[in-house]
């Protein structure tokens, strides 16, 4: 098992211009949550295993979120939400030592970094979690998305064929990328970046 660190909420995350919010999700966070999902394009929604625009779905994302079953993370600019990041994991399955990550940036901050810092900043969440490994699903024509996750030190596992069907009822194939949280941890001690 791999040892925890502490982080804690709110804190400020660097991109390119400026600093965001990082803060927990909260029951207040419903409308703005559908607000954020529903500015993005059909086919970001992927990223979720839910569809998220949909106001039944925040309420259970939510609720399981306040449950500490999902962490999830708001970043946070002016008061609106233009980035968030959960991981999901189940300490009754056979992999409790496994968490998925599920990321989505608003349109108007991708190539600033806010993607590349919030992957980053889940290496830390997974590993206050006591988690080893990360997996990420997103679909294989996300290209940018993927090759983000590659830069990070994200390897391909496997591709899905025809695992999901978008909002028009099209199937696509889905990447199934992952990440070693303990070795990562290792190398972080190993620089003393972590005790």
């Not at 970043?75 to 990550?101: M, N």
């Not at 992957?119 to 294989?140: C, D, I, N, P, R």
């Not at 992952?178 to 290792?186: E, L, P, Q, R």
Request: glycine share 8%; net charge neutral; charged share 20%.
């Amino acid at each position: 098992m791999t040892e925890t660190i502490e982080v804690s909420y709110p804190r400020a995350l660097a991109v390119a211009d400026g600093d965001v919010e990082l803060r927990c999700m909260n029951s207040g966070d419903e409308g703005a949550i559908l607000d954020f999902a529903r500015a993005l394009a059909p086919h970001d929604l992927l990223f979720m295993r839910r569809n998220i625009s949909e106001p039944k779905v925040v309420a259970a994302w939510t609720k399981e979120a306040l449950a500490g079953n999902l962490t999830t993370l708001l970043a946070i600019r002016q008061g609106l939400i233009v980035g968030c990041i959960a991981i999901v994991r189940d300490e009754l399955s056979w992999s409790p030592h496994v968490g998925e990550l599920r990321l989505l940036v608003a349109t108007q901050m991708r190539g600033k970094g806010l993607g590349r810092a919030l992957t980053q900043h889940s290496f830390a969440v997974a590993l206050s979690l006591g988690l080893e490994k990360l997996m990420a699903y997103m679909t294989v024509d996300q290209r940018g998305a993927i090759a983000v996750f590659e830069g990070l030190g994200f390897q391909a596992e496997a591709v899905l064929r025809e695992h999901v069907k978008d909002l028009k009822n099209v199937k696509h194939d889905v990447a199934v990328l992952s990440f070693d949280v303990a070795k990562y941890f290792g190398r972080m001690q190993a620089l003393g970046v972590v005790t």
